[in-house]
Structures are given as C-alpha cells and as structure tokens.
Antibody, heavy 118, light 108 residues
Framework: QVQLVESGGGVVQPGGSLRLSCAASGFSFSSYAMHWVRQAPGQGLEWVAVVSFDGNQRYYPDSVKGRFTISRDNSKNKVYLQMYTLRVEDTAVYYC???????????WGRGTLVTVSS | EIVMTQSPATLSVSPGERATLSCRASQSVTSNLAWYQQKPGQAPRLLIYATSTRATGIPARFSGSGSGTEFTLTISSLQSEDSAVYYCLQYNNWPPWTFGHGTKVDIK
C-alpha cells in the first residue's frame, strides 16, 4: 500500500525543539525527493522543506531557513524534519509529501499537529 | 517568489451545475501548475498536474486549462462530494514552491 505516515507532533514551548518523522511504504522511496508542507489552523498550505532523493540537496523558504533541517534515511524509508527555535507561528499540521519526479506533490500523508504554546 | 492568487475565495454552486475556479500567477509558470482538493480533516489530494492532466482516479468532471499566468479548474457537474477547498500550486520556479490561498466550494 502506497502511503506516508507522519509522527512526532505535539505541544512544545516557544524556543523549543521537535523532530517529526515520516515513514514511507509501497514505493521506491530512495528514487524520489521528499517534502514537508504545513498548514496553520484555518489557513492555507505552505511549503516548508525539500530533500533530494539522495539527501545531498535541501531547500527551505525564508520563514524556516536556519531553524528547520530536513533529512532522510533511505535504509529506513524515512524522512525527518528537525525543528529548532520554534515560534508560536510555527503551529500547524505538518504534512509529508512525495515528489512526483516532475516537482509537484503526488502523495501526501495525513499530517501531524505541532502546537507551539507556553 | 511567485505569488499565486485564487478567486473567488468562496463559490456556492448547486448540484449538477458548473463550477469555475481561477488561479493567477504573478509571473509565468508555463504549464507547471497543479490543483489539489482538500476536505475537512483530510490531507490534500492531487487532482490535476501539468495544467490539464488528471491524476489517477480523478473523475472526468474535473478539468484544468490555461498557461503562463492564468489557469482555470472546472468542475463540469458539481456533486455533493466535491464540497472542499481547492488549491493551486506552481512548481515552475522553485524554491519556494507556492500555493494559492484556496477557493472553498460549497454546495447550495
């Protein structure tokens, strides 16, 4: 079954850290770039990070650059998002998404909720 | 960064009628435009990629058109299950990938 399953969300205080995980199954994980996309409560979608199929290239938007790190372990079929110095505005559902090879997202997980609050 | 603007913000359509959703890019994205459907409490689902190609399993009542900076998603005969928020995504110039703010489709 082709799927992505996120985990690791929770409540964290401002300035804190959290690591999200995404487990992939049903496709050749090591052949595809992987993304994280987030959605603040009642808001739209915001792309957060991408890692290339081999883990050698990573990109971030300015809103998280220097605070978030994306990585992957192809031996475990997992992608991670390490988040540091979290802010209230980082509160969102974080989705893991598979790249199609042509740079749009063709498979999404169900998401994991991150709440940054004191 | 390419800014994507969707209109209208909300669309109310009767079952069986046509729904037309618009997406405008601040600069050309050629044909690298995708559409996603998101129902409450669910992850987004890919509907259309490359402006007009339906994803696997997507009904033929969904169609996409446009090029450059102006794009349209059309639902030819709205069904009750089509009530959702629809987002466009440009993947021509990245990073960053950028989404529109969404159009909510309500059933009258």
């Amino acid at each position: 079954q082709v799927q992505l399953v996120e985990s690791g969300g929770g409540v964290v205080q401002p300035g804190g850290s959290l690591r999200l995980s995404c487990a992939a199954s049903g496709f050749s994980f090591s052949s595809y770039a992987m993304h994280w996309v987030r959605q603040a409560p009642g808001q739209g979608l915001e792309w957060v990070a991408v890692v290339s199929f081999d883990g050698n290239q990573r990109y971030y938007p300015d809103s998280v650059k220097g605070r978030f790190t994306i990585s992957r372990d192809n031996s475990k079929n997992k992608v991670y998002l390490q988040m540091y110095t979290l802010r209230v505005e980082d509160t969102a559902v974080y989705y893991c998404a598979k790249d199609s090879v042509n740079w749009y997202f063709d498979l999404w997980g169900r998401g994991t909720l991150v709440t940054v609050s004191s | 960064e390419i800014v994507m603007t969707q209109s209208p913000a909300t669309l109310s359509v009767s079952p069986g009628e046509r729904a037309t959703l618009s997406c405008r890019a601040s600069q050309s994205v050629t044909s690298n435009l995708a559409w996603y459907q998101q129902k409450p409490g669910q992850a987004p689902r890919l509907l259309i990629y490359a402006t007009s190609t339906r994803a696997t399993g997507i009904p033929a009542r969904f169609s996409g058109s446009g090029s450059g900076t102006e794009f349209t998603l059309t639902i030819s005969s709205l069904q009750s299950e089509d009530s959702a928020v629809y987002y466009c995504l440009q993947y021509n110039n990245w990073p960053p990938w950028t989404f529109g703010h969404g159009t909510k489709v309500d059933i009258k």
